[in-house]
């Protein structure tokens, strides 16, 4: 018979009464199902480019203090066709050398909405765009994924950003306008399943 060598230290609760009422074991207070991270913490939009032929869905994770977290949406087709290459390096600026200084991160790269963060390559040969999404200054990009492109795949929601960006106070709400709320963002997801499908019976 095999002996947990860790048995000793498992908790185990004692029976103990304070002021007549018994005190309940901390495991009484555990929640299987606890909000993550993102759902205590970030209001989730969503951003997708209104010119050109590339609809990809990308989402910013808003943090009260500002910060925002820019990432793929999960029905963003890269993930459909696998992820090759994540690059930082955009041309005639690498986002992978931004350095900010402080608490204002002074010395970020200064972001307009549709500013090229890096470029994605798919297994299947495509190239995207990933944009900024917001108005702001980089504050870092996860070199993580440029490294190492295919856990992208399976990095958890709020892991799994490709930059970190702090747009100036005063263009806050403005920004929050522009962008999709996830129940707008999930009406549009219906509304082109729906035109794919009506398309699709043609």
């Known amino acids: 018979m095999q002996i947990d060598p860790l048995a000793d230290y498992y908790f185990q609760h004692e029976p103990q009464t304070i002021c007549g009422q018994e005190v309940t074991a901390i495991t ?17 939009y969503y951003y997708i480019k209104k010119s050109g032929s590339d609809k990809s869905p990308y989402q910013v994770l808003f943090h009260s ?21 994540l690059n930082f390096d955009i ?17 970020g790269m200064v972001l307009q909405h549709d500013s090229t963060l890096a470029l994605l390559t798919t297994k299947s040969g ?32 709020g892991s799994n950003y490709i930059a970190i960006v702090l747009p100036k106070p005063e263009h806050c709400e403005d920004i929050k306008a522009s962008l999709m709320t996830q129940e707008q963002y999930d009406e549009y997801r219906k509304q082109l399943n729906e035109t794919n499908e009506t398309e699709g019976e043609k």
């Open 126 to 157: 495509e190239v995207y765009k990933i944009p900024s999404c917001v108005r702001s200054k980089l504050v870092e990009v996860n070199t993580a994924f440029s490294e190492n492109p295919e856990s992208l795949l399976t990095a958890e929601e």
């Open 91 to 107: 041309g005639q600026t690498d986002r992978a050398k931004n350095t900010v200084k402080g608490k204002g991160k002074k010395g």
């Open 65 to 85: 203090n500002r910060i925002c977290l820019i990432s793929l949406a999960p029905e963003h087709p890269a993930y459909r066709q696998g992820i090759a290459s």
């Open 28 to 44: 009484d207070e555990y929640v299987d199902n606890y909000p993550s991270v993102v759902d205590r913490f970030f209001t989730r």
